[in-house]
């Protein structure tokens, strides 16, 4: 999206009252997308324990939905602008609430695994009209207090998927056990839909860019090909055809980087806009969104494993210790941006990989000083510390990456930003099979199993910690202070919402 569009009248009445509505309507959806994505991690060893699922299965029911988010969204953003958002959003939110209905009475492994990629397939169709919607509804002045909400909206989703997982795990409604987790979607889906379609006021980008189709093909032939080989190559004894299939994906991303180039050149519309890697702040600021998603998606998984199948917590109990986290996140954004990284710059974002990193060896320090008998309040502290060193890198990260960018490009910039840290997390999830997975025998008795599993975690942290580390290096790439934006005036974003989302 590389052209804004006219706003329509704000002037009282009706007018108000329904673009008002289209906020609550598409901030909803937001919404469910955010929880869809943290809610899932908490079920998981219910789903593995109650569907008979393998430990790749598993890994593929969150890396699937990362992975087809990833591969759509820039397509999606552009989508909407070709046949309009409100168009494309309520095929998105009827989508998505259909993918949900799927998993949610998958059958088996399979069933839920295709699921995941059918509803990450449909959010990245919903997801990026959000902001679009939004900045075709509201005039410029009005942005500002929107954007806050929307902010709150996302930290709100941050903190309350762990937890609503957890109760839904938990309370066992109508003896739907996990599946309680999808199903929750459909009431919500079906009103986004229907009051979507009465107060969601249509737009089109003026002059939209192009699809570029191949590209998406290419893009997600080349990680599948990366992805697959990581996941299952444990499970088959690493065959000689994964590692086949691994350097293959080099070649396949190399194909794409040509016929980007051929695309550019031809119609000025390609997935990727090279050129953009010409600047060098924005080249290390992708490169630190990637590496920073591959870290949270080794950690997350991990962690949940780590508390409900080592230590034997139930859902609630392992939802209920990351509140502290995400409540330190949260605090520290808001920090991080309005008070901090105008005064400090850079240094903030260098200070929270340094924090995180810190927080991440104490937690290897204390799961390995307290073994199976650590309590929930003796993880607070590393947590609290992680917690704040990540709000302070989320939150000006996208800003710093993009303070100097052409303008013209800001939308692409933005697009392809949140789309390379959702692969970053489908890679992540993926290098569990060998960071955790990999140090645990495929034959344990019971009484070992808790011990192997608190063994695989500290692992699985010490890369964790060496990848902060990397991050810390790569941030001196970024400008020392980003560039200050005119309130108002924030170019479209072709793809997801703001990193304000992790």
């Given at each position: 999206m590389n052209s804004t569009d006219t706003i329509p009248g704000t002037a009282?009445?009706?007018?108000?009252r329904r673009r008002w509505f289209a906020l609550a309507i598409v901030m909803t959806a937001a919404f469910m997308d955010l929880v869809d994505v943290t809610i899932v991690n908490i079920a998981i060893p219910s789903i593995r324990q109650e569907s008979g699922a393998s430990f790749s299965q598993i890994q593929w029911i969150t890396a699937g939905y990362a992975l087809a988010f990833a591969a759509g969204l820039i397509t999606g953003g552009r989508l909407g602008d070709i046949h309009g958002r409100k168009r494309i959003f309520l095929v998105g939110i009827g989508g998505f609430t259909v993918a949900s209905a799927l998993c949610g009475l998958a059958v088996n492994p399979e069933m839920l695994v295709a699921s995941r990629f059918l509803q990450g397939a449909m959010a990245a169709l919903m997801v990026p009209q959000v902001l679009s919607i939004v900045h075709a509804t509201f005039p410029a002045h009005e942005r500002g207090k929107v954007f806050g909400l929307f902010g709150a909206v996302v930290g709100l989703g941050a903190v309350s998927g762990p937890l609503l997982g957890a109760l839904l795990t938990e309370w066992n409604l109508f003896g739907w056990e996990w599946r309680s987790i999808f199903l929750i979607n459909l009431p919500v889906g079906v009103a986004g839909l229907v009051l979507g379609g009465r107060f969601i006021t249509e737009s089109k980008a003026p002059r939209a860019l192009k699809l570029d189709l191949v590209g998406v093909a290419l893009v997600t032939l080349g990680l599948l090909m990366l992805l697959y080989p990581l996941?299952?190559?444990?499970?088959l004894d690493w065959p000689v055809w994964g590692y086949v299939s691994m350097a293959g994906s080099l070649v396949v991303l190399a194909v794409l980087v040509a016929y980007e180039r051929?695309?550019?050149?031809?119609?000025g519309s390609p997935l990727v806009e090279l050129s953009l890697f010409k600047v060098k702040s924005f080249a290390a600021g992708i490169a630190v969104q990637t590496v920073f998603g591959i870290a949270l998606g080794v950690f997350f998984l991990v962690w949940t494993l780590y508390m409900q199948v080592g230590l034997g917590w139930r859902p609630l109990k392992a939802g209920l210790t990351g509140v502290p986290f995400s409540i330190a996140v949260s605090a520290a954004a808001g920090m991080s941006v309005q008070m901090l990284v105008p005064r400090f710059g850079r240094k903030v974002l260098q200070a929270g990989a340094l924090v995180?990193?810190?927080g991440v060896l104490l937690y290897i320090w204390e799961s390995g000083h307290?073994?199976?008998?650590?309590?929930p309040w003796q993880m607070a502290l590393p947590l609290v510390v992680m917690g704040v060193g990540m709000g302070l890198i989320v939150a000006p990260l996208t800003d710093?990456?993009?303070?100097?960018?052409?303008?013209?490009?800001a939308g692409s910039a933005s697009g392809l930003i949140n789309t390379v840290q959702q692969m970053g997390?489908?890679?992540?999830?993926?290098?569990?099979?060998?960071?955790?997975?990999?140090?645990?025998s495929d034959r344990l008795r019971p009484e070992q199993i808790g011990p192997a599993f608190v063994d695989a975690f500290q692992n699985a942290l010490g890369w964790v910690a060496a990848v902060m580390g990397a991050i810390f290096l790569l941030m001196f790439a970024l400008p020392k202070r980003p560039a200050q934006h005119v309130e108002g005036e924030q170019a479209p974003v072709e793809g997801k919402e703001p990193a304000l989302a992790s």
């Open positions: 009282g009445g009706e007018t108000d996941i299952r190559g444990r499970e051929r695309k550019t050149a031809r119609d995180m990193g810190a307290y073994g199976l008998t650590i309590a710093a990456v993009l303070s100097e960018v052409p303008r013209e490009h997390n489908a890679l992540g999830l993926a290098l569990v099979s060998v960071v955790f997975f990999g140090t645990i």
